[in-house]
């Protein structure tokens, strides 16, 4: 891809993929994030903190939503699960923290649009947002 793309393989070397899914995603997401997360649509993805109960960062991941119910949490080699796990039961909230399968890659510089639309068998790239970290529609398909 090199010199016009540049790939990041954020799936591996460290890097982690967690899932929150059930019907209190949003808040467990919230109560993780120091970052106020209200105005979060599906399909966007924003860098949040997440801090243990003294303020000290644990993590800085990007936050995706990708449905009402179900978020993800692209972030670097740490294993905040257990402490998310935790928090979720403590506050009786209804939500399953998992790591799916699954390799995130991003890619990026000028001719980023043309890559991605290429990896998809020829979909057209409906819309890309980059700067704004939010999801790539192919085709009336979201993909994360």
Request: with cysteine.
């Amino acid at each position: 891809m090199a010199p016009h793309h540049g790939r990041l393989d954020v799936g591996r070397g460290g890097a982690k993929t967690g899932r929150l899914k059930g019907a209190d995603a949003g808040r467990l997401a919230q109560t993780l994030s120091a970052r106020d997360l209200s105005k979060q649509s599906i399909g966007q993805g924003k860098y949040v903190s997440i801090c243990d109960h003294r303020g000290r960062l644990l993590n800085d991941p990007i936050l995706s939503e990708l449905a009402e119910d179900r978020y993800w949490l692209s972030m670097s080699d740490s294993d905040i699960w257990t402490s998310a796990r935790a928090v979720a039961g403590e506050r009786g909230l209804d939500v399953d923290v998992s790591e799916p399968d699954a390799s995130p890659l991003a890619i990026q510089r000028p001719k980023a649009e043309g890559v991605v639309a290429s990896l998809f068998g020829g979909y057209t790239l409906v819309s890309i947002e980059v700067a704004a970290g939010d999801a790539v529609c192919v085709e009336g398909r979201t993909v994360h």
